[in-house]
């Protein structure tokens, strides 16, 4: 057990116990390799996909500011972990908003956080917020949120967009929804992201790298397993749901290599996503690909 | 084991399994997983919003099935419909008098603040079993008979004797947990959404830990992202082990004397 265990969780060790209890002494290594858990092996690698900086406009968050949310991901046992920022949704001043992302993620968590630009193809000369998130900042990738900024996938702009991307080497994160539909604050609803045009999409642009953030709350089955199979294009976990959830996915035919690790924290707790390997029966390389390698290839692609 | 978790809301729809026994087992073995040793389950393989009395019965024996299999790891709460009054009170006593049933579960057929939910709620409180009545506040629209935080405090304001679980917290959790909070006698059970943080932060901080439960929504849900809301919680060790266990332990303690459990 390394030093990280002691993190503010006290009562960690007892979960840890109770699990290896329930779970019997014969599975207590895989108990601590899975998940929450992850804390308990310093070695193993785990990026987190799928993380946001600053303030969710709505409430104030556990971990909503940088050092917090950096401290939390470390104890956690994170290696890694691609961040976007929750301004990226309602500014409009998105090249202020890149530029903190960047110094944020320097500041609180070189070596850990790692910036995703926010990219709005719907305001006037987007392309150079592109070309600073790649060749400014220097970012691996840029992440979309077409319902906050009021586009559908099916505009030019988004062809165009994803073309750019692909050939500045950009992996596109595209989150298709923030929160439930059905609790959403009624002056600030934002629908689903329709995904149905991406499998065309991802088949028409050579070279593109994407994501799909929060995608499966209502993205599942032959849609989602079709869009993964058109290209290079990845899902994270943060929505997925059901009892053994992603053992059942990838039972289900999504290749593991398309699998990676994403919490959505802070806005989610952190744990749910961890728990989640634990719930699924996992073999080592499984997990070893959903926790860390299977990001490590996609973004080393675009190197 | 000094550190407990029993799930207060699981249910025999959305996991692998022919039969009830296999449903229960399927549950049992991804709990496991976690760390989680006691599961209420309620309803049946198939869900109906209204169900007859012929419904209700299937409903609650397909239950009393998987109970029956696991009756070390399993409480049942018996499905009522407050549109047969009748057949419900002769469900109540079937299932909870006769045994081995322990609460009531209370779904979508009808508004909870309805007069006819009285009859039903009185005789729950001879029988010393808690109501979970699920709640959800959304803004796309509550169906027809779906209960809100709001109809639950009205219902409750009527019986102050009886014992209420809010489910879900009412969906949109911080306008429930207002909704309920005049009301000790409702409890707040998180399962059911997302693992929205700060759910948890809040239902302690506004209702203290001894009103707020832990339960999953499993199959519907994982059990993974609602032991989260509990486990990644910034809350006292001892709030964590009275929302994951305490808490259901002394709601149940009625029946868990009679039983010979100890909690
Ligand atoms: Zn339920």
Known sequence: ?303 | MNFEIWDAHTHLSGVPGATPEARMAALLAAADRLGISRLCVFMGMTWHYDPTPELLRQANDEVLRAVRAFPDRVFGFVYLNPKHPQASLDELNRCVRDGPMVGVKLWVALRCDDARLDPLVARATELQAPILQHCWLKITGNLPGESTPMDLAALAKRHPRASFICSHTGGEWARGIRAIRPHPHILAEICGGDPTAGITEMAVRELGAERVLFGSDAGGRSFASQLAKVLGAEIPAAARQLILAGNLQRLLRPFLQARGVRP
């Open chain 1, 1 to 303: 057990m390394t030093a990280r265990l002691a993190a503010p969780r006290v009562d960690r060790r007892d979960f840890l116990k109770a699990t290896a209890v329930a779970a019997g002494v014969a599975t207590l290594g895989r108990a601590g390799e899975g998940a929450a858990a992850a804390a308990t092996v310093g070695s193993s690698e785990l990026v987190d996909t799928n993380v946001y900086l600053s303030r969710w406009p709505l409430s104030r968050l556990p971990h909503d500011d940088t050092a917090a949310l950096a401290a939390k991901l470390r104890s956690a046992g994170v290696t890694q972990a691609w961040a976007g920022s929750f301004d990226g949704l309602l500014h409009r001043d998105l090249a202020s908003v890149n530029a903190r992302l960047a110094e944020e993620c320097r500041r609180h968590g070189a070596g850990l956080l790692v910036p995703f630009g926010s990219i709005n193809p719907q305001l006037p000369d987007w392309e150079e917020d592109l070309r600073r998130c790649a060749e400014g900042e220097r970012m691996p990738g840029i992440r979309l949120h077409p319902n906050y900024h009021g586009y559908t996938l099916d505009h030019p702009a988004v062809a165009r967009l994803l073309r750019l991307a692909a050939e500045r080497g950009l992996l596109v994160q595209l989150v298709l929804v923030m929160e439930d539909e059905r609790m959403m604050h009624p002056m600030l609803r934002a629908a689903p992201t329709d995904p149905k045009p991406l499998a065309g999409l991802v088949r028409q642009t050579p070279g593109l790298r994407l994501m799909l953030l929060n995608a499966q709350r209502t993205l599942r089955g032959p849609a989602l397993t079709s869009i993964l199979g058109a290209g290079e294009v990845g899902v994270d976990l943060a929505m997925l749901e059901g009892v053994g959830g992603v053992a059942a996915l990838l039972a289900g035919g999504v290749p593991l290599e398309r699998v990676l690790f994403g919490s959505f924290a802070p806005m989610f707790y952190f744990e749910s996503a961890v728990l989640k390997l634990q719930e699924s029966v996992l073999s080592e390389p499984q997990l070893a690909a959903i926790r860390g390698r299977n990001a490590r290839r996609l973004l080393a692609a675009g190197r």
